[in-house]
């Protein structure tokens, strides 16, 4: 019979030795282990009464026995919504929930002013600083959006974060920190999407300038090299389509899965699509119709979804017929 040798060590064998570990709800830790410490258990008595497992196996986890020691040990801070009654010393937290205005601006404005007038420390965390920005600058209150609050803001300041918080919260009476729930009654959903490393070196070996390539929504363009541009002050590189009547597109690079070359039946070289019609999508209408013979393999098209925004940039060339 094998011998199976079980592993002791937990991720807080690899912690720096001054590092702080923080507990929220140590109470509701311990029970979410317990409970999957019995779940567990019950799983595994199934499986040695069907002799699916070995009776050596020894628990991939640590019970609740086994943690508690070791969080002990290192340095920590509990966080509990009421004392335990343990004997352990605590500090009081003055928090409390942060008042909802559910969309009603003008009424949050004037509340926002008087916080202010009477030197109340404000901090909004929105997806909308910008226009949050300049409705407050309606009102006499300026305030440029940050990416990041390095210091503590001075008392009777305000302090627009462009960002993403779950709920705010008012501490110490005097420390106001709103989110988009409690400013508009609602907030945006991060999107959780798996980002796609890009594949540089497509661009150099795949594609090179003057070959033509096929965008799987803008059809046929010549790709005309790569540009950096900036957009809202960060620096990017796109891809450089050109289409027929001038008209170009610039692709972000880690969109490049959306482009690929153009494999033509003949020698001869492809028309160039018109963007802002619907040629391309008819052309691709026309290869699905059963009446119509393929091209064999006229043009590739991957097909896989992009998460990048924005998808593409449209140059500033284009006419006003030319949008569509």
């Not at 912690?15 to 311990?30: F, G, N, R, T």
């Not at 409970?35 to 069907?50: H, I, V």
């Not at 039946?265 to 209408?285: C, I, N, V, Y």
Request: glycine fraction near 6%.
């Amino acid at each position: 019979m094998p011998v199976v040798i079980p592993n002791k060590g937990s991720i807080l064998d690899y912690l720096p030795k001054q590092a702080l570990l923080i507990l929220d709800e140590p109470v509701s830790i311990q029970e979410a282990v317990e409970s999957l410490d019995t779940e567990a258990n019950e799983l595994l008595n199934d499986k040695l009464e069907q002799g699916e497992l070995p009776c050596n196996l020894p628990k991939p986890y640590f019970t609740w026995g086994e943690l508690e020691p070791e969080l002990n040990r290192q340095r920590h801070l509990a966080l509990t919504s009421w004392h335990t009654g343990r004997g352990e010393s605590g500090q009081r937290l003055n928090f409390a929930p942060a008042s909802n205005y559910a969309g009603r601006l003008p009424v949050f404005i004037k509340k926002t002013k008087q916080l202010l007038d009477q030197k109340h420390r404000l901090i909004l965390v929105s997806h909308q600083a910008s226009r949050l920005s300049e409705l407050l600058a309606e009102e006499d209150v300026i305030a440029s959006p940050v990416t990041e609050v390095k210091q503590l803001p001075k008392p009777g300041s305000l302090t627009l974060v462009q960002g993403l918080l779950a709920q705010g919260w008012v501490m110490n009476g005097n420390t106001h920190l709103f989110t988009d729930d409690e400013i508009f009654g609602f907030m945006k959903q991060r999107r959780l999407v798996k980002k796609r490393p890009v594949l540089r070196h497509k661009l150099f070996v795949d594609i090179i300038p003057g070959d033509y390539v096929v965008h799987v929504e803008y059809g046929i363009a010549r790709f005309a090299g790569v540009t950096t541009m900036s957009s809202n002050r960060v620096e990017r590189e796109y891809l450089v389509l050109q289409y027929a009547a001038g008209d170009r597109l610039y692709v972000p690079t880690d969109q490049i899965d959306r482009v690929s070359r153009y494999v033509g039946a003949s020698d001869r070289p492809p028309a160039l699509s018109r963007l802002g019609t619907q040629e391309w999508t008819r052309s691709k209408q026309r290869q699905k119709s059963p009446s119509v013979p393929p091209l064999k393999q006229s043009w590739t098209i991957n097909r896989w979804q992009f998460w990048c925004r924005p998808r593409c940039w449209r140059s500033s060339t284009f006419s006003p017929s030319a949008r569509g």
